[in-house]
């Protein structure tokens, strides 16, 4: 089993290694355009590179109190121990595809070394379905704020935009639906008994239900506990993971400020341009995640931040910059997170 983790590690590291590789040789600039525009960002690097060890820390915390109400008395992890984990998850949530969940296998098997493997399965999956729950209420209230905005003239509402949001509303209420069912009675043996109606898969499932059924009930129920039991707890992860996606929007923010967009300065002028940053985040992010199934969204994140921002009738130079930036931020902190990994495996071995 150690040798076995150990060859998982390894591959894990490598994934991060090549995203890195086909990250920097998939930009839709060359090499020159792309250190004008970091020469061009020069020290609004450090604010956006930065605000992410806040975003991390929060989704850490929204994390951390997931595990607190699975553990057993005598189980301990470690705040830092999650933080770590919460980055290194993300890097290879951005280099692996179906919709970024490649970081889940890793972190359930990295917790399982604290805690016992079925409440390191059920907070790591408790953990990414608040994660997307929270994207969920992020869509859905931003939508709110944009007929906010457009009511007092800020910005134009045109039908199809209107009937776009409509639909929206629709996909958030049927989401918000399926979570709420999912939070009462627990969702994996279910999703595994979908998986068996997929062609070929029928029979594994069953094989799979029939060797780990009480497992799989007891992650299930562990789910459905935290909702019935401990709704302070639930609500305070759910609130963390909110506020994870407006502290996101700074890094926006920093940009259009580096462009001198600012709404005419001053603070209400700043704040303007903050909720901008919030749209831009929000409908970037609804249209990454519509197509997730592609390794590290490629295309899509830049596709999404040009029709954004060029929504807001801002001009389309802004979108690819931002793009770019980000599309860099995301390489750094693949690296980081690979490092830490690496760090730690190294520290387990020892």
Not at 53 to 62: D, L, S
Request: overall charge positive; aromatic content about 16%; some cysteine.
């Amino acid at each position: 089993m150690k040798w076995t983790k150990q060859r998982l590690n390894n591959l894990f590291f490598c994934l991060g290694i090549l995203a890195v590789v086909v990250m920097l040789f998939t930009f839709d600039v060359s090499f020159v355009e792309l250190w004008q525009h970091i020469c061009h960002a020069g020290y609004w690097l450090i604010p956006i590179l930065g605000v992410w060890i806040i975003i991390y820390a929060i989704n850490a915390w929204a994390w951390w109190i997931i595990i607190q109400c699975n553990k057993d008395a005598d189980e301990h992890v470690r705040f830092m121990r999650v933080y770590r984990l919460t980055i290194t998850g993300y890097a290879l949530n951005y280099a692996t595809p179906v919709g970024g969940l490649g970081g889940e296998p890793y972190r359930i098997m990295e917790l399982s070394k604290n805690i016992s493997v079925q409440h390191a399965t059920s907070s790591v999956i408790l953990y990414a379905m608040m994660h997307f729950y929270a994207h969920f209420w992020f869509w859905f209230t931003t939508i709110l704020l944009y007929f906010v905005l457009a009511a007092a003239g800020y910005l134009t509402l045109t039908p199809i935009m209107a009937t776009l949001f409509v639909l929206a509303i629709i996909f958030c209420l049927l989401a918000f639906y399926l979570f709420s069912k999912g939070y009462r009675n627990g969702l994996v043996v279910k999703v595994i008994g979908w998986i068996g109606r997929l062609p070929g898969l029928k029979g594994w499932s069953v094989r799979f239900l029939a060797r780990h059924q009480q497992a799989l009930q007891n992650i299930d129920s562990q789910i459905a506990a935290l909702h019935q039991q401990d709704k302070h707890s639930f609500y305070g992860s759910l609130l963390l993971e909110y506020l994870a996606r407006v502290v996101q929007s700074l890094e926006i923010l920093f940009m259009l400020l580096l462009f001198g967009i600012d709404c005419g300065g001053g603070f209400w002028g700043v704040s303007l341009t903050f909720l901008y940053a919030i749209l831009i985040l929000s409908f970037t992010s609804l249209m990454a995640n519509l197509i997730g199934f592609l390794p590290m969204q490629l295309g899509v994140q830049e596709g999404g931040f040009i029709i954004s921002i060029a929504a807001l009738g801002l001009s389309a130079a802004v979108g690819i910059f931002v793009s770019i930036i980000c599309r860099v931020r995301e390489i750094i902190w693949i690296f980081i997170g690979i490092i830490i990994m690496k760090i730690d495996n190294n520290k387990t071995k020892q």
